[in-house]
């Protein structure tokens, strides 16, 4: 099965259909896509160079605004941002955005192309602490200003939860390796297995650097109280983590329990079905009407035939036997698995980086500075959506507050 989780699991739009489909854009002055874009990507403007055969124009639009263009076209959840401002919606269904980016990115790799530059060196260094989305934006941005940047991750490879948590049949690891590689060409230096708070301080950084970015993301998952110490339980994030380490090479019972509804929960939902896991019970505590996930991400595990049993939370466990009570109406179901895993959110693991109190800043930018000068944050630990597209928004903001900041403009 594991050839089968390493497949992506979206077709790839070819040069016709990619055409196509740019051509149902009605071309909208305001381009309200462009304005629900939170990285700012600027769809309207590159479906528009799509519509008139300019590839290499769209790919230059794509990756001046977004330095992980080809990771947000797989992986953002579109529905919700740019296709949900469409205009076409009003007539039947709104541009498939992402598919159309990811066709530009995929060709802006098969040619070769190479758009980003390292800007003017003004002789300021910052240190970035971790190298999910958030981080690798800020790094690409600050670079592209002219900062020298060194990015310190405590894994042995660079890219947080896009490499060690999205499963690989929605995002390859050599899209990953790809786009770190281009932010490597600006100039900016990795530092891995380097963890800080242990490797290295936080103040041995602040006397190097002129700046520090706390960008280390939501990588811990939560365990509720009653399940803990079950040797039958497993984090979502620690077995998507295990499942992409192995390539899909591992053994798993063909009895699985998931307790979660969001985006996470559906990754592992999908990503059983992929292993070849039979019977897979889903359990969410919001009903249908209030999901948080991707609808996108709901329909494929839908459609792989997993069973999604909204509405209700776990009250009780026995060993592998779950109860659980429906929020609303009177009713208990009782579940035995083989296996649990646990989807109900994560937290950042800030241990070791000191006391951070996030607190508004100066600009019209707020959020991104903190209780010392020095010390900024950016990816999940900012308060926006936990999307890589999101991270990727505060990635740019948070470069372009340090600068206002450090850099004087």
């Given at each position: 099965?594991?050839?089968?989780?390493?497949?992506?699991?979206e077709?790839?739009?070819?040069?016709?259909?990619?055409?196509?489909?740019?051509?149902?854009?009605?071309?909208?002055?305001?381009?309200?896509?462009?304005?629900?874009?939170?990285?700012?990507?600027?769809?309207?403007?590159?479906?528009?160079?799509?519509?008139?055969?300019?590839?290499?124009?769209?790919?230059?639009?794509?990756?001046?605004?977004?330095a992980?263009?080809?990771?947000?076209?797989?992986?953002?959840?579109?529905?919700?941002?740019?296709?949900?401002?469409?205009?076409?919606?009003?007539?039947?269904?709104?541009?498939?955005?992402?598919?159309?980016?990811?066709?530009?990115?995929?060709?802006?790799?098969?040619?070769?192309?190479?758009?980003l530059?390292?800007?003017?060196?003004?002789?300021?260094?910052?240190?970035?602490?971790?190298?999910?989305?958030?981080?690798?934006?800020?790094?690409?941005?600050?670079?592209?200003?002219?900062?020298?940047?060194?990015?310190?991750?405590?894994?042995?490879?660079?890219?947080?939860?896009?490499?060690?948590?999205?499963?690989?049949?929605?995002?390859?690891?050599?899209?990953?390796?790809?786009?770190?590689?281009?932010?490597?060409?600006?100039?900016?230096?990795?530092?891995?297995?380097?963890?800080?708070?242990?490797?290295?301080?936080?103040?041995?950084?602040?006397?190097?650097?002129?700046?520090?970015?706390?960008?280390?993301?939501?990588?811990?998952?939560?365990?509720?109280?009653?399940?803990?110490?079950?040797?039958?339980?497993?984090?979502?994030?620690?077995?998507?983590?295990?499942?992409?380490?192995?390539?899909?090479?591992?053994?798993m019972?063909?009895?699985?329990?998931?307790?979660?509804?969001?985006?996470?929960?559906?990754d592992?939902?999908?990503?059983?079905?992929?292993?070849?896991?039979?019977?897979?019970s889903?359990v969410?505590?919001?009903?249908?009407?209030?999901?948080?996930?991707?609808?996108?991400?709901l329909?494929?595990?839908?459609?792989?035939?997993?069973?999604?049993?909204?509405?209700?939370?776990?009250?009780?466990?026995?060993?592998?036997?779950?109860?659980?009570?429906?929020?609303?109406?009177?009713?208990?179901?009782?579940?035995?698995?083989?296996?649990?895993?646990?989807?109900?959110?994560?937290?950042?693991?800030?241990?070791?980086?000191?006391?951070?109190?996030?607190?508004?800043g100066?600009?019209?930018?707020?959020?991104?500075?903190?209780?010392?000068?020095?010390?900024?944050?950016?990816?999940?630990?900012?308060?926006?959506?936990?999307?890589?597209?999101?991270?990727?928004?505060?990635?740019?903001?948070?470069?372009?507050?340090?600068?206002?900041?450090?850099?004087?403009?």
């Amino acid at each position: 099965m594991s050839e089968k989780y390493t497949d992506e699991l979206e077709v790839a739009f070819t040069p016709l259909n990619v055409c196509e489909e740019a051509s149902r854009c009605l071309l909208c002055h305001d381009a309200p896509c462009s304005a629900d874009c939170p990285a700012g990507t600027d769809p309207g403007r590159f479906i528009r160079a799509v519509r008139f055969r300019n590839f290499k124009g769209a790919a230059e639009v794509v990756r001046e605004n977004n330095a992980l263009g080809a990771i947000c076209a797989r992986v953002c959840p579109t529905e919700r941002y740019c296709q949900k401002g469409c205009s076409r919606s009003g007539i039947d269904v709104p541009i498939d955005i992402g598919r159309i980016q990811r066709f530009i990115t995929d060709f802006e790799e098969a040619t070769k192309m190479e758009i980003l530059k390292k800007g003017r060196s003004n002789g300021k260094k910052v240190a970035i602490v971790g190298s999910g989305p958030g981080a690798l934006q800020a790094a690409a941005s600050l670079s592209r200003l002219g900062y020298e940047v060194d990015v310190y991750e405590k894994e042995s490879k660079c890219g947080g939860y896009m490499r060690y948590g999205i499963p690989e049949y929605r995002l390859p690891s050599h899209i990953v390796d790809k786009e770190i590689e281009h932010i490597v060409k600006l100039g900016v230096h990795l530092h891995t297995s380097t963890e800080v708070g242990k490797d290295i301080t936080i103040e041995e950084l602040k006397s190097s650097h002129d700046a520090i970015v706390i960008a280390v993301g939501a990588n811990r998952g939560k365990m509720l109280p009653m399940f803990k110490g079950n040797p039958h339980v497993e984090i979502a994030v620690d077995f998507l983590k295990r499942v992409r380490d192995a390539k899909g090479k591992v053994d798993m019972p063909q009895n699985v329990l998931v307790i979660g509804g969001g985006d996470v929960a559906m990754d592992v939902d999908v990503t059983l079905k992929m292993l070849g896991v039979k019977n897979i019970s889903d359990v969410v505590y919001e009903e249908f009407c209030e999901f948080r996930a991707s609808k996108k991400e709901l329909r494929d595990a839908q459609k792989l035939g997993v069973s999604i049993i909204d509405g209700y939370v776990p009250i009780a466990v026995d060993g592998k036997s779950v109860t659980f009570k429906h929020r609303v109406i009177p009713g208990e179901i009782k579940i035995t698995a083989d296996k649990i895993i646990l989807a109900v959110g994560q937290y950042p693991d800030v241990e070791g980086l000191g006391d951070i109190k996030i607190v508004a800043g100066e600009s019209n930018v707020p959020g991104y500075g903190t209780n010392d000068p020095k010390v900024f944050v950016a990816g999940d630990i900012a308060h926006l959506d936990k999307t890589v597209v999101a991270a990727v928004r505060t990635g740019k903001d948070v470069a372009y507050f340090i600068h206002s900041k450090i850099g004087g403009r």
